[in-house]
């Protein structure tokens, strides 16, 4: 998974990396192989815009935005045109922890 850093007009930290919900079910189980239920638990979890993936930017300062669909080769852009996808991406919840 490609992992990026930039800063945004404000001199924030911005992480950014894609997310691939499918993927991610994959490794959970262990043995590469996704069935039809595991698949579509995974799409259950994430609205149906989302399930493809979409681009995360996160920023302790900032909070999270979100970008769908995943640009191709978004990881290979400049910092200028990964703060152009920032602006377009819409914001997100964050992770609640737990107390």
Known sequence: ????????????????????????????????????????????GVSRELAAGWLCFESAQGGKRRLHPIPVDWDRLSDEQLQELWTQAKHAPTRRTAP
């Open 1 to 44: 998974m490609p992992h990026r850093q930039f800063k945004d007009y404000g001199d924030i930290l911005w992480e950014v990396w894609d997310v691939h919900p499918l993927e991610i079910a994959g490794r959970l189980i262990g043995n590469g192989e996704i069935d039809d239920s595991l698949r579509r638990r995974s799409r259950s």
